[in-house]
Protein backbone atom coordinates (compact mmCIF):
# COMPACT_ATOMS: atom_id res chain seq x y z
CA UNK A 1 0.00 0.00 0.00
CA UNK A 2 2.44 2.33 0.67
CA UNK A 3 4.34 1.55 -2.78
CA UNK A 4 1.24 2.41 -4.20
CA UNK A 5 0.67 5.87 -2.59
CA UNK A 6 3.85 6.35 -2.99
CA UNK A 7 3.78 5.93 -6.65
CA UNK A 8 0.59 8.12 -6.60
CA UNK A 9 2.89 11.49 -5.28
CA UNK A 10 3.36 13.75 -8.36
CA UNK A 11 6.18 15.83 -8.25
CA UNK A 12 4.19 18.93 -7.34
CA UNK A 13 2.43 16.76 -4.40
CA UNK A 14 6.06 16.42 -3.40
CA UNK A 15 6.80 19.65 -3.87
CA UNK A 16 3.86 20.98 -1.64
CA UNK A 17 4.45 18.62 0.97
CA UNK A 18 7.65 19.68 1.80
CA UNK A 19 6.94 23.08 1.27
CA UNK A 20 4.06 22.38 3.77
CA UNK A 21 6.56 20.34 6.65
CA UNK A 22 8.92 23.61 6.20
CA UNK A 23 6.62 25.89 7.23
CA UNK A 24 5.59 23.36 10.23
CA UNK A 25 9.20 22.96 10.63
CA UNK A 26 9.72 27.12 11.02
CA UNK A 27 6.24 27.42 12.93
CA UNK A 28 7.74 25.06 15.17
CA UNK A 29 11.10 26.91 15.57
CA UNK A 30 9.25 30.53 15.72
CA UNK A 31 6.67 29.34 18.75
CA UNK A 32 9.97 27.93 20.55
CA UNK A 33 11.97 31.04 20.53
CA UNK A 34 9.16 33.23 21.48
CA UNK A 35 8.11 30.66 24.35
CA UNK A 36 11.44 30.94 25.30
CA UNK A 37 11.23 35.01 25.50
CA UNK A 38 8.36 35.10 27.37
CA UNK A 39 9.06 32.61 29.62
CA UNK A 40 12.40 34.77 30.51
CA UNK A 41 10.31 37.51 30.37
CA UNK A 42 8.15 36.08 33.03
CA UNK A 43 11.17 34.65 35.11
CA UNK A 44 12.81 38.40 35.06
CA UNK A 45 9.56 40.08 36.52
CA UNK A 46 9.07 37.38 39.18
CA UNK A 47 12.81 37.81 40.48
CA UNK A 48 12.62 41.17 39.94
CA UNK A 49 9.35 41.46 42.44
CA UNK A 50 10.99 39.53 44.91
CA UNK A 51 14.82 41.05 44.62
CA UNK A 52 13.83 44.46 44.22
CA UNK A 53 10.41 45.08 45.57
CA UNK A 54 9.56 42.94 48.51
CA UNK A 55 12.82 43.28 49.70
CA UNK A 56 12.84 46.95 49.27
CA UNK A 57 9.41 46.76 50.92
CA UNK A 58 11.26 45.05 54.35
CA UNK A 59 13.97 47.92 54.14
CA UNK A 60 11.26 50.92 54.28
CA UNK A 61 9.79 48.88 57.23
CA UNK A 62 12.87 48.22 59.12
CA UNK A 63 14.06 52.37 58.42
CA UNK A 64 10.53 53.98 59.62
CA UNK A 65 10.49 51.65 62.86
CA UNK A 66 14.38 53.24 63.20
CA UNK A 67 13.73 56.65 62.59
CA UNK A 68 10.54 56.09 64.52
CA UNK A 69 13.18 55.15 67.95
CA UNK A 70 15.37 57.64 66.71
CA UNK A 71 12.78 60.28 67.26
CA UNK A 72 12.00 59.40 70.76
CA UNK A 73 14.95 58.84 71.32
CA UNK A 74 15.60 62.52 71.07
CA UNK A 75 12.80 63.19 73.48
CA UNK A 76 14.48 61.31 76.18
CA UNK A 77 17.91 61.41 78.43
CA UNK A 78 19.37 58.71 76.42
CA UNK A 79 19.34 60.64 72.94
CA UNK A 80 22.55 61.71 73.04
CA UNK A 81 24.43 57.76 73.95
CA UNK A 82 21.81 55.64 71.72
CA UNK A 83 21.35 57.40 68.49
CA UNK A 84 24.70 55.81 66.97
CA UNK A 85 23.44 52.23 67.15
CA UNK A 86 20.71 53.45 65.26
CA UNK A 87 22.76 55.54 63.08
CA UNK A 88 24.78 52.87 62.13
CA UNK A 89 21.86 50.19 61.41
CA UNK A 90 20.19 53.19 59.19
CA UNK A 91 23.09 53.34 57.29
CA UNK A 92 23.40 49.96 56.62
CA UNK A 93 19.47 49.29 55.47
CA UNK A 94 20.22 52.59 53.34
CA UNK A 95 23.78 51.15 51.48
CA UNK A 96 21.24 47.35 51.11
CA UNK A 97 18.35 49.71 49.32
CA UNK A 98 20.41 51.59 46.88
CA UNK A 99 21.61 48.07 45.64
CA UNK A 100 18.14 46.98 44.43
CA UNK A 101 17.59 48.43 41.05
CA UNK A 102 15.96 52.00 41.52
CA UNK A 103 13.63 53.50 39.12
CA UNK A 104 14.30 57.00 38.19
CA UNK A 105 11.05 58.06 40.12
CA UNK A 106 12.64 55.99 42.92
CA UNK A 107 16.19 57.32 42.94
CA UNK A 108 14.67 60.60 43.47
CA UNK A 109 12.44 59.92 46.79
CA UNK A 110 15.84 57.63 47.81
CA UNK A 111 18.14 60.97 47.34
CA UNK A 112 15.91 62.84 48.74
CA UNK A 113 15.60 60.32 52.11
CA UNK A 114 19.48 60.57 52.42
CA UNK A 115 20.34 64.44 52.18
CA UNK A 116 17.01 65.00 54.83
CA UNK A 117 19.16 61.93 57.00
CA UNK A 118 22.26 63.58 56.50
CA UNK A 119 20.73 66.99 58.00
CA UNK A 120 19.53 65.21 60.78
CA UNK A 121 22.93 63.38 61.71
CA UNK A 122 24.13 67.04 61.09
CA UNK A 123 21.90 68.46 63.86
CA UNK A 124 22.27 65.69 66.03
CA UNK A 125 25.73 66.09 66.48
CA UNK A 126 25.58 69.44 67.29
CA UNK A 127 22.95 68.83 69.98
CA UNK A 128 25.56 66.17 71.09
CA UNK A 129 28.31 68.47 71.14
CA UNK A 130 26.04 70.95 72.95
CA UNK A 131 24.91 68.53 75.96
CA UNK A 132 20.97 69.62 75.62
CA UNK A 133 19.36 68.57 78.37
CA UNK A 134 15.83 66.38 78.43
CA UNK A 135 14.08 69.27 79.11
CA UNK A 136 15.04 70.97 75.99
CA UNK A 137 13.46 68.36 73.65
CA UNK A 138 13.44 68.41 69.90
CA UNK A 139 13.75 71.27 67.94
CA UNK A 140 11.03 72.74 65.05
CA UNK A 141 13.92 71.21 62.71
CA UNK A 142 13.83 68.36 64.38
CA UNK A 143 10.29 67.50 63.84
CA UNK A 144 10.55 69.23 60.15
CA UNK A 145 13.27 66.68 59.12
CA UNK A 146 11.81 63.79 60.50
CA UNK A 147 8.40 64.93 58.93
CA UNK A 148 10.28 64.76 55.94
CA UNK A 149 11.74 61.48 56.04
CA UNK A 150 8.81 59.75 56.80
CA UNK A 151 6.91 61.36 53.36
CA UNK A 152 10.30 59.95 51.43
CA UNK A 153 9.85 56.91 52.98
CA UNK A 154 6.04 56.57 52.06
CA UNK A 155 6.20 57.79 48.72
CA UNK A 156 9.39 54.78 48.43
CA UNK A 157 7.03 52.47 50.04
CA UNK A 158 4.49 53.43 46.92
CA UNK A 159 6.97 52.74 44.47
CA UNK A 160 7.39 49.50 44.96
CA UNK A 161 3.79 48.59 45.42
CA UNK A 162 3.11 50.69 41.93
CA UNK A 163 6.54 48.54 40.45
CA UNK A 164 5.49 45.25 42.12
CA UNK A 165 1.69 45.78 40.10
CA UNK A 166 3.68 47.05 36.98
CA UNK A 167 6.32 43.57 36.90
CA UNK A 168 3.35 41.18 38.30
CA UNK A 169 0.86 42.19 35.04
CA UNK A 170 4.13 42.11 32.48
CA UNK A 171 4.66 38.77 34.18
CA UNK A 172 1.13 37.37 33.40
CA UNK A 173 0.79 38.99 30.05
CA UNK A 174 3.77 36.78 29.27
CA UNK A 175 2.29 33.81 30.65
CA UNK A 176 -0.67 34.49 28.56
CA UNK A 177 1.00 34.64 25.12
CA UNK A 178 2.92 31.27 26.10
CA UNK A 179 -0.62 29.63 26.16
CA UNK A 180 -2.23 31.53 23.26
CA UNK A 181 0.80 30.65 21.12
CA UNK A 182 0.66 27.26 22.32
CA UNK A 183 -2.95 26.72 21.17
CA UNK A 184 -2.08 28.67 17.68
CA UNK A 185 0.99 26.01 17.27
CA UNK A 186 -1.58 23.46 17.53
CA UNK A 187 -4.21 24.74 15.45
CA UNK A 188 -1.77 25.16 12.77
CA UNK A 189 -0.22 22.10 13.07
CA UNK A 190 -3.77 20.91 12.53
CA UNK A 191 -4.42 22.35 9.71
CA UNK A 192 -1.20 21.45 7.95
CA UNK A 193 -1.76 17.82 9.15
CA UNK A 194 -5.00 18.21 6.89
CA UNK A 195 -3.22 19.92 3.96
CA UNK A 196 -1.07 16.82 3.84
CA UNK A 197 -3.80 14.58 4.16
CA UNK A 198 -5.61 16.18 1.01
CA UNK A 199 -2.41 16.60 -0.85
CA UNK A 200 -1.43 12.56 -0.48
CA UNK A 201 -4.84 11.15 -1.33
CA UNK A 202 -6.91 13.74 -3.41
CA UNK A 203 -4.00 15.01 -5.40
CA UNK A 204 -5.95 15.23 -8.02
CA UNK A 205 -9.52 17.52 -6.80
CA UNK A 206 -9.60 20.72 -7.92
CA UNK A 207 -8.49 22.37 -5.10
CA UNK A 208 -5.47 20.62 -4.34
CA UNK A 209 -3.96 21.43 -8.64
CA UNK A 210 -4.88 25.19 -7.26
CA UNK A 211 -2.84 24.67 -3.95
CA UNK A 212 0.06 22.63 -7.53
CA UNK A 213 -0.05 26.23 -9.95
CA UNK A 214 0.46 28.33 -6.97
CA UNK A 215 3.06 26.62 -5.89
Same mark, same amino acid.
Given at each position: ??????????????????????? *??????? =??????? %? @? $????? /?? +??????????????????????????????????? *??????? =??????? %? @? $????? /?? +???????????????????????????????????????????????????????????????????????????????????????????????????????????????
Amino acid at each position: MHKKMHKKLTLKQRLNTGFILAI *AFLLVLT =SNELNRR %N @F $STADH /TV +NSVFEDRVVALEYIYRLNNLFHQKELELTSSEGTT *AHNVNGN =SIAELLE %N @F $SKTEL /TP +NEGVHFELLKKNYNELQSLENGLSKTHASEEMGPSKEFSALFTKISDNLDKLSKVQLSEGRQLTYLSNKALSMNLLLSKLQVAFLIVIGLLMVLIIFHGEKPFIRMIGKDA
